[in-house]
């Protein structure tokens, strides 16, 4: 009897200990590396009520397909999110080249996928100067204003002055190659400076024209553009290194599936003017981290 009560007991625990095992993995979402739920993280560039309530959808889709709890969080800037992200409060970021390569740095964040617009996975900087002006190539730039948004901008400010660095053999273009600089705070913004007559140059994405038209109709008359950058990868969707790599292949499909779903994309143009969503690999920002050690001692992800 004895031997049977013991044999007893021993079955009983170990129903106790599977049954506890499965509440567990229950509570973890199903395993080491895949949370109970997702916090996407977004950084606005419109208002930030408008953009929480564009995203909830995606969010809501994204939970149904994932099979967990998926929340749309609205972050007060790019330092915000990668931090967030390197304490895993959020595992899902959108992020653009420059603040994807200082994650990737700091915190060992992964890019899944990229934007497509205009049917490419990269864009131009463009130099934007008055069509009646003298300039004609960036030669003619030297001793000229130049208007940018913002130093930690990667069309607006590292890829031109790293191409004036390098075309020109000066370390800070600022100071050794424009005779001023206007700092504007917006692409937008240098566009219109140029437009003013208040600089010389302007560096922006291409084409920041398209989307003055409505209150400037004769800026593309008006501003002519001078030249471009060389190609500069697209915003990414990027993941936090504690997922596992089979929940990552799930949010990463999962995306991809969006590109047949017209109401999802037409979610993430409103959000960031993405057409598509398209696989991205880490190499593809190398062109970004040479850029960047350019500007290293000087920059860094506080000043995103």
């Not at 931090?83 to 915190?107: C, D, R, S, W």
């Not at 990463?252 to 143009?269: A, C, P, V």
């Amino acid at each position: 009897m004895k031997k049977i009560g013991w044999l007893f007991i021993s079955m009983i625990a170990v129903l106790i200990i599977a049954g506890c095992g499965s509440s567990d993995g229950e509570a973890s979402g199903g395993g080491e590396g895949t949370p109970d739920k997702l916090v996407m993280g977004f950084v606005p560039s419109q208002d930030s009520d408008t953009i929480a309530d564009t995203v909830k959808p995606l969010a809501d889709k994204l939970a149904e397909k994932l099979g967990v709890e998926v929340e749309g969080k609205v972050m007060t800037n790019y330092t915000a999110l990668v931090e967030a992200m390197g304490t895993n409060e959020v595992q899902i970021g959108f992020i653009p080249a420059f603040a994807y390569v200082l994650a990737n740095e700091k915190h060992d964040v992964e890019v899944i996928l990229k934007s497509e617009r205009y049917g490419s996975g990269t864009y131009k900087a463009q130099y934007l100067v008055r069509s009646d002006s003298d300039i004609k190539n960036l030669e003619d730039l030297e001793g000229k204003v130049w208007a940018y948004g913002d130093p930690t901008s990667t069309s607006g400010y590292l890829f031109p002055a790293a191409q004036i660095m390098d075309e020109f053999n000066v370390e800070n273009p600022e100071t050794d190659f424009f005779s001023n600089s206007i700092q504007t705070g917006g692409h937008d913004n240098s566009a219109i400076a140029v437009y003013n007559e208040e600089a010389d140059v302007a560096t922006t994405f291409d084409d920041v024209r398209t989307e003055l038209e409505e209150e400037y109709p004769d800026i593309m008359d008006k501003l002519s553009v001078l030249t471009y950058t060389s190609e500069i990868p697209n915003d990414t969707i990027s993941v936090t290194s504690e997922l596992n790599d089979e929940f990552v292949q799930k949010i990463k499909d999962t995306f991809l599936g969006f590109n047949e779903e017209e109401e999802m994309i037409k979610i993430m143009n409103d959000v960031y003017s993405w057409d598509a969503i398209i696989e991205a690999e880490d190499s593809e920002y190398d062109v970004v981290r040479d850029t960047y050690e350019k500007f290293s001692d000087s920059i860094s992800i506080n000043d995103l």
